[in-house]
């Protein structure tokens, strides 16, 4: 089983619309968490942190279930640049940091 | 600017030679990680050190190589004993101290020939 497992896609959706990707997580002792961005042949950048409480930002929205061992993201409003591929990442004690295989997002007008 | 420089950009080598990639980064940062990306996949670990003069294997560390001799840097050795080498390397570093974002090189893509 991977540590870090997402849905490749691609998620191929209107502008406008509202898009969620999950991600689950294998250790229970993951102290981090995280949703990166990255744009074709560029590095991946930090696209917002993970709280339990849950945190919003602007149109994205992140969860995390310790209970399911459950991430997620939610894009409200989706605009052409968010086409991207969205990669969920964990940190693991004490400093391990293992990255899923990133989910496509493609916004069309 | 603060930041990670990762050198070369771009790197061809004939198959069965070692090659150095070189990480420094400037921002103080103990943590340093190296992650390889395969084409339409994500980032896998190769080796990360917590502090200097220390290192630990990540998930694919066969036929890699690195050392930490400073705290700016951080190179990384491909060998001839990894089988596929030709991929997109992208070095990091995080401070633990703060949140423990990544911050990132811009990578480099070697094509072994």
């Known amino acids: 089983r991977k540590e870090v497992e997402q849905d490749p896609g691609p998620f191929n959706v209107p502008e406008g619309a509202t898009v969620a990707f999950n991600c689950t997580y294998s250790?229970?002792?993951?102290?981090?968490f995280f949703w990166y961005r990255q744009d074709c042949r560029k590095e991946p950048k930090l696209l917002m942190s993970?709280?339990?409480s849950g945190n919003e930002d602007g149109r994205f929205t992140a969860q995390l279930n310790r209970a399911s061992q459950y991430i997620s993201l939610l894009i409200r409003d989706s605009k052409l640049s968010d086409s991207a591929t969205y990669l969920c990442v964990v940190r693991e004690v004490p400093s391990k940091i293992i990255f899923g295989s990133g989910t496509r997002l493609s916004i069309r007008p | 600017d603060g930041g990670i420089t990762q050198s070369p950009k771009y790197l061809f080598r004939k198959e069965g030679q070692n090659v150095t990639l070189s990480c420094e980064q400037n921002l103080n940062h103990d943590a340093m990680y190296w992650y390889r990306q395969d084409p339409g996949q994500g980032l896998r670990l190769i080796y990360y050190s917590q502090i200097v003069n220390d290192f630990q294997k990540g998930d694919i560390a066969e036929g890699y190589s690195v050392s930490r001799e400073k705290k700016e840097s951080f190179p990384l050795t491909v060998t001839s004993a990894q089988k596929n080498p030709t991929a997109f390397y992208l070095c990091?570093?995080?401070?633990?101290?703060?949140?423990?974002?990544?911050?990132f090189g811009e990578g480099s893509r070697l094509t072994v020939l």
């Open positions: 250790n229970s002792a993951s102290q981090s």
């Open positions: 990091a570093s995080r401070d633990p101290s703060t949140t423990g974002e990544l911050f």
């Open positions: 993970v709280y339990s």
